[in-house]
């Protein structure tokens, strides 16, 4: 008997029952969907941590300034007319951090304008970073239209700008961006190019900065206009900052150097700055952790699909044993007429695959249906993987095999004889 009439005539077989079949196979088609939920978040969240480590790049290093928490409470409790608050890393530094190891390529300043930023008669919430025109290789941001930052424009200190494609909307709608001037606080800064859009996504495991909503200008330019020193003004007092960089890019020629050279900044800076002013962040150790925790999250939701697999194969077994027994009398007619054990085995285990493909086809599309739905209601972004449907129908065809061998063996060595005996 071919597989083909097998496999129909399991399906006669299980169409006589149904409702006790679809009981049957809800073990399996829990546990599938459980499968095929988990891998498509796992995978969502695999490529959206890469997505975000790709934007930061993965041999880059982010050194940031932080404002400490103890200095600006003593300058609450003291603060008087004249006070002004210095933290972070300077521009001094950031030269002899270039010095302390021959893997760093390149480092690239970074501070933020804290300004409103109009053009015309619109305000809009777009930041304003003054940074080097390397900035833009470091991070692969590439013009759609004019051009970048160049080395002339930080060496002269020129009040052109570059803008995100974001900016762009908010700040020229459809206005031509060519000869157009934006304002930021009192200064003006002709644009010069427009940014490609940058397909980021907002949140998730790593934090990344919307470089589309961006305003880009000189370095140079925003040292000449507006100084290291901001003032905020609050209720008649004021608060003074000193801050020279807000955040530094510093690039690592190999990625095999890019733990050791972070080692060498944390020690360096734990000496120069014993007020915890600073923070080092290292995409590529991020990545790390995020793998280490969707392992984790993986081999967590696994076992929960495994423990539904196991209920259904449990679930096959004793409906396979409860055809066994009901179907005595058609075992013993077969043999007689000359089937053999191994007929009889294959039937009852293609019986019990076909049980458990059912429930595969059902428990993929509750699972596909469920990371729609975890999608929408969490905002998580999820894949459903041609590798993670073929391998919920490989576990279901396992399970099927598993535990529909033992029903197939014991329907097998039934005694002819005895069977037809059977009323």
């Known amino acids: 008997m071919s597989f083909l009439e097998t496999a129909r005539l399991a399906l006669r077989s299980l169409a006589l029952h ?56 003593r300058q609450e409790a003291a603060q008087n007319q004249s006070a002004i608050l210095t933290y972070g890393v300077t521009r001094r530094e950031l030269d002899h951090i270039r010095t302390l190891s021959k893997d760093i390529e390149s480092i690239v300043p970074m501070r933020e304008v804290r300004h ?24 692969r941001l590439r013009p759609e239209d004019g051009r970048l930052l160049t080395e002339l424009d930080e060496r002269e200190g020129r009040a052109v700008c570059v803008l995100g494609a974001e900016a762009r909307r908010k700040l020229l709608r459809a206005h031509s ?5 934006v304002k930021v606080g009192p200064q003006y800064y ?42 905020q003004r609050k209720s008649g007092a004021f608060e003074a900052i000193r801050l020279e960089v807000d955040e ?19 020690r360096a800076l734990e000496r120069t700055h014993p007020q915890n002013d600073t923070e080092i962040v290292i995409p590529l150790e991020l990545l790390r952790q995020s793998q280490r925790t969707q392992r984790t999250f993986t081999i967590v939701m696994a076992s929960i699909a495994a423990l539904s697999l196991l209920v259904g194969g449990i679930g096959i077994m004793n409906i396979m044993l409860a055809n066994v027994a009901e179907r005595r009398k058609e075992i013993g007619t077969r043999r007689a007429l000359g089937a053999k054990q191994r007929d009889i085995r294959r039937q009852f285990l293609t019986e019990s695959v076909v049980l458990s493909l059912l429930g595969a086809v059902a428990g993929l599309a509750l699972g596909a249906g469920g990371a729609v739905v975890i999608h929408m209601a969490a905002g998580w972004q999820t894949v459903v993987s041609p590798v993670a449907v073929g391998l ?32």
């Open 18 to 73: 149904k409702f006790r079949a679809l009981l049957t196979t809800l073990g399996i088609v829990i546990g599938v969907a459980a499968v095929i939920a988990m891998l498509s978040i796992s995978e969502g969240a695999k490529r959206e941590t890469l997505e975000q480590i790709r934007v930061m790049g993965v041999n880059n290093i982010r050194l940031r300034s932080i404002k400490p928490v103890a200095a600006d409470r």
């Open 116 to 139: 409103d930023v109009w053009y015309k008669d619109v305000k809009t919430d777009v930041r304003v970073i003054g940074t080097s025109p390397d900035l833009f290789e470091v991070l």
């Open 177 to 181: 961006w060519r000869g157009q001037d």
């Open 190 to 231: 002709r644009v010069v190019g427009v940014l490609e859009d940058k397909p980021i996504k907002a949140g998730g495991s790593i934090q990344v900065s919307n470089l589309n909503n961006l305003l880009y200008i000189p370095y140079s330019a925003l040292i000449k206009d507006f100084g290291i020193t901001s003032v």
């Open 248 to 266: 530094a890019i510093i690039t690592v020629a190999r990625e095999d150097a890019i733990l050791p050279v972070g080692r060498i900044l944390a």
């Open 392 to 423: 919920a129908f490989s576990v279901a065809a396992a399970t099927g095999v598993i535990f529909g061998t033992f029903p197939a063996v014991k329907a097998a060595e039934l005694d002819p004889i005895e069977a037809l005996r059977t009323e």
